[in-house]
């Protein structure tokens, strides 16, 4: 068995399936676009809730709505046309009041909307994290099983190393008589 197998048998079962199953969603998302809904595929309704937040949360808007206000204000408190609202001002009032109650739904649609689109991003991410994680390790068990078969070769040179210079010694010693 090679190392690089002797690394594969070391991962988990659920890892390598995990593995497996972010490699075939990165293929698909390959061959996709990249799974995110274009503005082709949402429907009326979300269109709509996304126009409405966009246009509501504009600063187009905010200095339109403000005009609008104050010369409502000022038509009816300097009376130039007949006072149609007079102060409170409770025509005003209403339609203001319409205008969040049917404002908020369409702006609160299109945020779940944008949430559930973050919510797959983020899963998205995760699972990537775990893939380098585990991709990391994997190498990680690589460089250890190179290092190891490294060490070994080394050990074994210096051994032989070392018989060399002993039997070099040897040879090189004089020889005494017994006697």
């Known amino acids: 068995m090679s190392v690089v197998e002797d690394i594969k048998h070391d ?34 309704g979300q269109k709509i809730a996304d126009w409405v937040a966009g246009t509501m949360g504009s ?7 403000t005009t609008i206000l104050f010369v409502w204000i000022v038509l009816n408190v300097t009376a130039y046309v007949q006072k149609w609202d007079p102060y409170p001002f409770i025509l005003l009032n209403l339609a203001l009041s319409f205008q969040a109650a049917y404002a908020a739904p369409f702006i609160m649609m299109s945020q779940n909307r944008q949430q559930d ?19 990391i390790e994997l190498l990680h068990q690589k460089i250890d099983a190179l290092r ?14 070392t018989e060399l210079l002993k039997a070099e010694r040897a040879a090189k010693a004089p020889k005494t008589p017994k006697g």
């Open 148 to 161: 190891e078969k490294e060490v070994l070769a080394l050990t074994g040179a210096i051994a032989d190393l």
């Open 11 to 44: 991962l988990k079962d659920a890892e390598r399936q995990l593995l497996v199953q972010l490699r075939l969603m990165r293929r698909n998302l390959r061959t996709q676009n990249g799974g995110a809904r274009t503005a082709d595929e949402l429907t009326l």
């Open 59 to 65: 600063w187009k808007f905010i200095i339109i709505q």
């Open 117 to 135: 689109i973050d919510r797959k991003v983020a899963e998205e991410d995760h699972r990537v994290n775990i893939k380098a994680e585990l991709e």
